[in-house]
């Protein structure tokens, strides 16, 4: 491990905050230190108030910051002085303390001060750096890890036992650091959990954290316990949707809501799920404490969620869990899968809950494979980690507070998505929480978002082998189909019947009815398993109820389309699958449209282009954005009871009415 530190780009911080801020930083780039939101560093310095007195501030992280991008506004101003009062008492409830946290700040609008902020008050300097270090609690996590620990770092760090975090915790390192304490100490190794480091300054601080961690790797790679060989993955991926739906479907279930599966497809973890002793150490706890809710600490291994859930309550249940909202986080799906098949398969209500958890598994994976190496994987008991940061969760959920998107944890696949009111559709899903799995042939359907519930894959909708490729694609990101979005088609060039070639019906109806059949047809069985029922809407066109001259093809294929849906809606309806239609007319907006052709158009009518654009019942402009919003809405619960139904985008149109 190299210090990042750079001369150049601290020497530009103006202040203690800001050097705080960017060494804080530089932890935070690394993973091997902490992982989404944890570990915490805090400054002490002298501030002058509004009545001129002095008095010195403790700057620690706030709540629901994560180091690698955490901002002067992250850290919570704490008056020191309390803090060191609070650390004679007795004893300190978790409330009493946050009580206690949350008044002593200097700052109405501070972030709840960290759960480590009395013991970052009492370490007597004035930067304070702790990390989860993965080889540090991977030493710690063996059989003689804390003899192992003392023997390399010896007077360099004082050793705590593990407590949980919070004013136990506290008043024991303030008893111990004077006890072992000395001239050489610049660190402090929390057993079973992670490393401090300070220093004067921020450099320090910082660089002894990094020649601490740094220690800890070369022992593991003297031992023979650094260098992991991964055997790369060599066989024929296996279509695998079928079982991977059904498995999501048990564990959306369990779970009480829809959830995303992402079947990782890391070599590393299908390695993993397939040692003979997976079931033995896979089970005996996680890493450190902060990932003992996140990934609820044992994985299921296999498919038996049954057994599973009753594994894990043994787990936890018994351990009686403070409060109902700690319960509500207490849902019996694992979020971890190791499956002799399918490797490694993390869950999590949301696409970034089952990141968090594949991030977290992978370290912990790596963790257990050299800890193995040295003298055998032995953390402590899940039970006893299980309070732990739960604090920073519960903070982080009352920031986002308000109930989740719509379409949490629901997967809408998305055709023709590339452009006009497809494009549309993927913003209003992925407005609403869905995960979106976005289809056209244009390339650039991969670079169409970034968001992190967003997969564009191009796919000729012609090609059955193309279609079932992204069917399993989406899948095994996400874990299902929930939601089918129809919206691919072509309009042709004006042709009157008499002069239609076969070619261009066939043409026509190959993709506007065809590949809609095919796409149907191979999505039943994904959408028969979709945890809040399957929807489909198609994309069907005004030219179904009331039909022009000149677009013979066009006009067939959406009125078969959308019989093709009518019919689905009676065989499907026992799947609880509810199929409806849209029937847009005159949305401009969509790229086909440019000026010179409405230009065209409008004066062919004797109107301008404003008037033309708004030619109907209500004088309204259609937008694509309107469509998709109307789709996203077909559905949502709004629209439960209704299938088979055929709506009008169109602002009224005579001939439909
Ligand atoms: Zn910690």
Not at 114 to 131: K, N
Not at 192 to 206: C, K, L
Not at 294 to 314: C, N, Q, S, V, W
Not at 529 to 548: E, L, Y
Request: aromatic share 6%; charged share 20%; glycine share 8%.
């Amino acid at each position: 491990m190299q210090s990042l530190w750079d001369e150049r780009v601290a020497s530009n911080c103006k202040s203690h905050l800001e050097l705080r801020v960017y060494s804080s930083r530089l932890l935070g780039r690394d993973p091997s230190l902490v992982l989404h939101g944890g570990g915490n560093t805090s400054v002490k310095v002298r501030e002058v108030n509004l009545m001129g007195e002095e008095e010195e501030i403790l700057y620690i992280k706030g709540s629901g910051w994560d180091l690698a991008t955490i901002e002067a506004p992250g850290f919570a101003p704490v008056r020191l002085a309390p803090m060191l009062q609070l650390a004679h008492l007795e004893s300190l409830s978790d409330p009493q303390m946050v009580n206690e946290l949350k008044t002593r700040v200097t700052r109405a609008s501070a972030p709840t001060p960290s759960v480590e902020t009395i013991l970052h008050a009492l370490l007597p300097h004035r930067y304070v750096d702790h990390t989860h270090a993965d080889a540090v609690v991977t030493m710690s996590n063996t059989a003689d890890g804390p003899k192992r620990i003392r023997e390399l770092y010896g007077d360099k760090v004082v050793i705590i036992p593990y407590i949980m975090p919070g004013f136990a915790l506290a008043r024991e390192v303030a008893r111990l650091f004077q006890e072992q304490a000395n001239a050489d100490t610049i660190g402090m190794v929390l057993l079973n959990h992670g490393i401090f480091s300070f220093g004067d300054n921020a450099r320090e601080s910082y660089e002894r954290m990094i020649k601490l961690v740094d220690m800890a790797e070369r022992y593991l790679a003297a031992e023979g316990a650094w260098e992991l060989s991964e055997t790369p993955f060599t066989g024929e991926p296996v279509p695998q949707r079928q079982e991977i739906v059904q498995l999501r479907q048990q564990l959306s279930r369990k779970a009480g809501k829809p959830m995303i599966l992402h079947v990782t497809g890391s070599a590393r973890g299908l390695e993993f799920a397939r040692r003979y002793d997976v079931q033995k150490v896979a089970q005996r706890g996680p890493i450190t404490p902060d990932h003992v809710i996140r990934t609820k600490a044992i994985p299921m291994i296999g498919r038996d969620l049954d057994h599973y859930e009753k594994g894990y309550r043994d787990y936890f249940i018994a351990h009686e869990p403070s409060s109902s909202e700690h319960k509500t986080m207490l849902d019996p799906a694992p979020r971890v899968i190791l499956d002799h098949d399918l490797g490694l398969c993390c869950a999590g209500a949301s696409v970034s809950d089952a990141a968090i958890v594949h991030d977290i598994y992978q370290h912990t994976i790596v963790a257990i494979q050299r800890a193995e190496r040295l003298g055998g994987w032995k953390p402590l008991p899940a039970r006893e980690l299980f309070e732990v940061e739960y604090w920073d969760l519960e903070q982080a959920k009352l920031k986002k507070g308000g109930t989740p998107p719509i379409f949490q944890g629901e997967v809408v696949l998305i055709t023709g998505a590339a452009s006009g009111i497809g494009k549309a559709c993927v913003a209003s899903f992925l407005a609403r929480g869905a995960a979106v799995v976005a289809l056209d042939l244009n390339p650039e359907i991969t670079q169409l978002q970034s968001s992190a519930n967003y997969l564009g894959i191009p796919c000729d909708l012609h090609s059955s082998e193309a279609v079932t490729q992204a069917l399993e694609c989406g899948v095994r990101r996400f874990g299902g189909i929930d939601m089918l979005l129809l919206n691919a088609g072509i309009f042709a060039a004006s042709t009157p019947v008499a002069k239609l070639s076969d070619e261009e019906w066939r043409r026509v109806m190959a993709i506007n009815l065809d590949a809609n059949l095919a796409l149907l047809r191979e999505s039943y069985p994904l959408l028969k398993c979709a945890p809040n029922r399957g929807r489909v809407v198609i994309m069907g066109s005004k030219n179904v109820p009331a039909p022009g001259p000149g677009a013979a093809a066009y006009s067939a294929s959406k009125a078969a389309l959308t019989q093709l849906m009518r019919v689905l809606a009676i065989e499907w309806g026992k799947d609880g699958i509810r199929l409806n239609a849209l029937h847009p007319n005159a949305v401009f907006d969509t790229g086909i449209w440019t000026e010179e052709i409405l230009q065209a158009r409008a004066q062919h009518y004797g109107l301008t282009v404003a008037q033309y654009k708004s030619n109907n019942l209500l004088g309204v402009e259609i937008s694509s954005h309107d469509v998709a919003e109307l789709a996203a809405a077909l559905c949502s619960p709004l629209f439960a009871k209704t299938t088979a139904a055929q709506i009008p985008v169109d602002g009224g149109n005579e001939r439909v009415v």
